[in-house]
């Protein structure tokens, strides 16, 4: 076990955070899925819907906005390595039933560490630029569910959350 007596691979055994050496392991192919979501009153889900919100197209701002995110999340997040994605997706769909709008991230490359915090920072940094667009119209929105969905390649193998059913 790399990380000591924790068990958590970014604390060393002296209990010391630390950035992990990913030096010796192989490049494999690495994708993660994120989501989560914005809350909101329907009339605002309306405004997104319609257009017609004060700053704009919040959806395509939301989504370009997460994408540039998981590109940055090594500037974010301080052990987290820089890494040469080869994709990254953010899909925003309507949800009536929240009534809000459902934020997914997926982040893909081939190398020698996940990307499971760049989809995560994908979705987080979209779910802010909702909120961001549409605050003068509903202050009282409410960002939730930000999770990992699956991960795929290296060591640890897969992962799919267990209320994930796609």
């Known amino acids: 076990m790399s990380g000591g007596k924790s068990g958590l691979t ?8 630390h950035m992990v ?3 010796d392991k192989s490049d494999t192919v ?3 899925t994120a ?4 809350k909101m009153a329907p009339e605002t889900l309306s405004l997104i819907r319609e257009g017609n919100a004060k700053k704009g197209d919040v959806i395509g701002t939301a989504r370009l906005a997460g994408i540039m995110a998981a590109k940055q999340t090594s500037n974010l997040i301080p052990l987290c390595h820089p890494l040469m994605l080869t994709k990254v ?3 925003i769909t309507e949800d009536p039933a929240l009534p809000g709008l459902r934020i997914t991230a997926t982040a893909k490359l081939t190398g ?3 990307v499971e915090m760049e989809a ?10 909702v909120y961001d667009m549409a605050k003068a119209a509903d202050k009282a929105m409410e960002i939730g569910g930000i999770r990992l969905l699956a991960k795929s390649g290296g060591k640890s193998g897969d992962f799919r959350h267990p209320e994930h059913s796609r």
């Open 35 to 38: 989501e989560g979501h914005v």
């Open 21 to 23: 050496d990913v030096g």
């Open 10 to 17: 970014h604390i060393d055994p002296s209990g010391t955070a």
């Open 30 to 32: 690495r994708v993660a």
């Open 112 to 114: 020698k560490t996940g």
């Open 89 to 91: 997706s953010v899909d």
């Open 120 to 129: 995560l920072t994908a979705v987080s940094v979209a779910c802010l630029t």
